[in-house]
């Protein structure tokens, strides 16, 4: 059984960095199209940064320039490195995964990912 388990997640003020980290455990990841998402209070989840497994890349136009998704197959990782950040980006956030026969899949659409973690919480302060 695959599960996902983010961390990294805090309090920060305007204009500083975070870095989110997932573990993938129960498969490799390399396997696996990843992606990061957040829910703010109120609004819907939105996909945010994804990699496929040949680092195809694709971002979310709010936080293109700021944010840099990356994985790292040796520690079955994935990781969010948040800069600039501003309190529109204060959210819950999650990484996801989905396995698709090539592995190719770049999406931003929550619904075509399988799985799941249980979330870590950015808080951003003005």
């Known amino acids: 059984q695959v599960q996902l388990a983010e961390s990294g997640g805090g309090t920060v003020q305007s204009g500083g960095s975070l870095r989110l980290s997932c573990a993938l455990s129960?498969?490799?990841?390399?396997?696996?199209?990843m992606g990061w998402f957040r829910q703010a209070p109120g609004k819907e989840r939105e996909g945010i940064a994804t990699?496929?497994?040949?680092?195809?890349?694709v971002y979310r136009d709010v936080v293109r320039g700021r944010f840099t998704i990356s994985r790292d197959n040796a520690k079955n990782a994935l990781s969010l490195q948040m800069n600039s950040l501003k309190p529109d980006d204060t959210a819950m956030y999650y990484c996801?995964?989905?396995?698709?026969?090539?592995?190719?899949?770049?999406?931003?659409?929550?619904?075509?990912?399988?799985?799941w973690g249980q979330g870590t919480q950015v808080t951003v302060s003005s």
């Open positions: 996801a995964a989905a396995r698709t026969p090539e592995g190719l899949l770049v999406s931003l659409i929550a619904e075509e990912y399988t799985y």
């Open positions: 129960g498969d490799t990841i390399t396997r696996y199209s």
């Open positions: 990699i496929n497994v040949r680092d195809v890349i």
